[in-house]
C-alpha cells in the first residue's frame, strides 16, 4: 500500500506544474508546463513588474523581431482598493466597461474581436486586434486583462494573422497559467 501511495506522490509531483515565476512584492504569478520558460522582463510604465515568456522549444515561435509569445504585467491601481470581487465583475462585464476599454485602445488598432473569460474567480476580457502603424497590418494583438482589488494584470501576445489560430491555444495556456494579485 505505501508503494502505491509513493507511486501516486510522484507521479503528482511529476506532473503537476510549478511556479514558473511570482513577484513576491505584488504576488503576480505564472504556472506553466515546463514547455514554456518564465523570464523577468523589463516592465513598461506603468507596469510594476513583468514576465516574458516564451516556448521552451521555440514552438511556436515569437513574432519576427519579438524576444517573447506574451509578457504578463501587473500594474498596481489604488482605485480599486476595497472593490470585492463581485464588484469587479459587475464592472468588468458591463458594456460600458467593454467600449471604454477600446475607446482607449482605438487609436492604436483596429479590433478583430473581442471575448470574456474567467481567471481565478475574476471576469476578465481579451481583445485581438490590429495595429494601425505602418507595416503591421499582418501583426495580431491578443491582449487580455483582468481587474483585482490590486490593480490590473495584462498578459499581452504577438504574431502574425497567418498564425493566430494555430498559436490562440499557447496564448490561452499562458493566460490560464497567471495568478493575478488579489
Known sequence: MRFVSALVLVAAILT??????????????????????????SSPPPYNVTFGVKSASDDPAPLTGEKYL??????????????TME?????IGSPGW???????????????SDASFELDGYKGHEFIG???QKNAEHVRLVLSMVETARGRTAISCVTDADRLDAVLPSFHTIRDGVTPPV
Open 16 to 41: 503537476a506544474p510549478v511556479f514558473a515565476a511570482e513577484d513576491a512584492e505584488t504576488g503576480l504569478a505564472v504556472t506553466l508546463p515546463d514547455t514554456f520558460v518564465v523570464e523577468e522582463a
Open 70 to 83: 506574451c509578457q504578463v504585467s501587473f500594474q498596481s491601481v489604488p482605485g480599486n482598493a476595497g472593490l
Open 87 to 91: 464588484k469587479i465583475n459587475e464592472q
Open 98 to 112: 467593454i467600449a471604454m476599454a477600446k475607446d482607449g485602445m482605438s487609436a492604436i488598432f483596429d479590433f478583430v
Open 130 to 132: 490590429k495595429p494601425k
